[in-house]
């Protein structure tokens, strides 16, 4: 069984920049959750896909957007960046959409760094 | 909007119980509480959930009162590798759905 992984695992970019990260689920989940994570922070919700459609969003801006794939892979891109957009960027996968039922898996994380 | 609350830090000794507490006192009657801990730079990691029995799995255990407004969260034989920010976390309702609400979670620190 394979877990959750995460594409790439340091990113630097500049502002006003784009930027793409990537992540494969647990092998049989369905729905993929995104999180930022400001240093020294607990993990904020971004959004939630279940099944390739968007199932929940947390408060973030439109330029913070994402696809879920057939394969239940996700992407989570970011327009626009700002400096304040650096931080640890987490991926979790879970079996169903509520996380009241369902344990969430979570990435190694992808470190983004806007300068 | 979280909707628990949590220590920032507590120390236990190496081989000494660690007891984590927790207060979720708005919980609704249907809604599991889960555990996850983060060691420095990685994801979160579960630990445990429950609803209102008690709970024990290989890595800890989870007491909730009986009026489900407050839990602890327990590592029998703390090591040094236990040393982690826990995070107690009930789901919050969402447009369309749900979602995870992480706190600033209790900062543990296992001494030798």
């Known amino acids: 069984e394979t877990g959750v992984t995460q594409s790439p695992t340091h990113l630097i970019k500049t502002r006003g920049q784009q930027v793409t990260l990537r992540c494969s689920s647990q092998?049989?989940?369905?729905?993929v959750s995104w999180y930022q994570q400001a240093l020294g922070q607990g993990p904020q919700f971004i959004f939630q896909y279940y099944r390739e459609e968007e199932n929940g969003r947390g408060n973030f801006p439109p330029r913070f957007s994402g696809l879920q794939f057939p394969n239940y892979s996700s992407e989570l891109n970011v327009n626009a960046l700002e400096l304040d957009d650096s931080a640890l960027y987490l991926c979790a996968s879970s079996l169903g959409a509520d996380p009241n039922y369902n344990e969430q898996f979570f990435g190694p994380g992808t470190r983004l760094t806007v300068l | 909007d979280a909707k628990t609350t949590q220590p920032p830090s507590m120390d236990c000794a190496e081989g000494r119980a660690a007891n984590l507490p927790c207060n979720h006192s708005t919980i609704s009657g249907n809604e599991y509480v889960y555990w996850y801990r983060q060691i420095h730079s990685q994801g979160p990691q579960y630990i445990i959930h429950g609803l209102k029995n008690n709970e024990t799995n290989e890595m800890a255990s989870l007491i909730i009162t009986e009026d489900r407004k407050s839990s602890t969260l327990i590592l029998p034989h703390a090591t040094l590798r236990d040393t982690a920010v826990y995070y107690c976390i009930v789901r919050v309702a969402n447009t369309g759905g749900f979602k995870t609400i992480f706190g600033a979670g209790t900062r543990l620190f296992v001494k030798a």
């Open positions: 092998s049989g989940h369905n729905t």
